[in-house]
């Protein structure tokens, strides 16, 4: 009963945990869902709890477009001291321009990051993502640019002034689907200001999804961001994240 409330507790406070791998038109046709859950409980000399959340709703109207929403989080503490508080929202829309190689998209992404100092990080853009890497059997590959604004509110004010940026959007997407369901997934993302280029920020992030049973997956995901420009007081401007959860789609 404890893991339960806590696990509730999560997903009303809700890095984005539901697949990386990228979403075409035609693919799944419809409403459709995602839950994703992880769990990690230590007791003994280490007393520790880290609880991870996320649900994508998606709808595709198997012609023109595709459009989701999805609201994450995570939340740990070791030896009953927070240690960790996330959210992270998005939504995302992407639209036909050509019929087999060119699609435009509009986003706006909210989230926030106690132990980054960032108490809100909204950012809204557009762009086109071209379908560039179609090399194997099941699989896919976009290179997507464009642009977006963000503004930075940080906890902190007196030591981080607030920001607002105008950052260049570029990345790249590919995933190979094998044995019907299973997936693997790699993006990477290049996102610096362009007014001051040294000033960026890259993630990587990996992940293999494996079908267990019917409509029930085991993800195993590893990320590497770098920010080149951190807020003061924070000690170090990479994160490295490995994790394991669980996936039920519907």
Known sequence: MKILLLFLLTLQQLPALISIAPVEISESPG??????????TKR?????????????????????YVAWAELSGEYGEANDVENTNKIYSHLRY?????????????????????FKSIKARRLSGAGLRFNMFDILIGSQGYLG?????????????????????IRLNTYLAYSIKFNNKSTLAYTLYYQPNIEKFSDHVIS?????????YQKLFLKFAISYDID??????????????????FVYSF
């Open 204 to 212: 990587n992030m990996l992940e293999l999804k494996l079908n267990i």
């Open 44 to 64: 003994g000399i280490t007393h520790k709890d880290n609880y991870k959340a996320s649900v994508r709703i998606t709808y595709d109207n198997n012609v023109s």
């Open 228 to 245: 080149s420009a951190i807020p003061k007081a924070i000690e170090s401007d990479y994160d490295f994240t490995q994790n394991t959860s």
């Open 94 to 114: 992407i639209h036909i321009l050509t019929p087999d190689m060119i699609r435009w998209e509009l986003y706006y992404q909210n989230q926030e990051d106690k």
């Open 31 to 40: 409403l459709s869902a995602n839950i994703e859950a992880g769990l990690e």
């Open 145 to 165: 640019i464009g642009g977006f604004y963000e503004h930075i509110k940080y906890i902190d004010t007196q030591l981080n002034p607030n920001e607002d940026n």
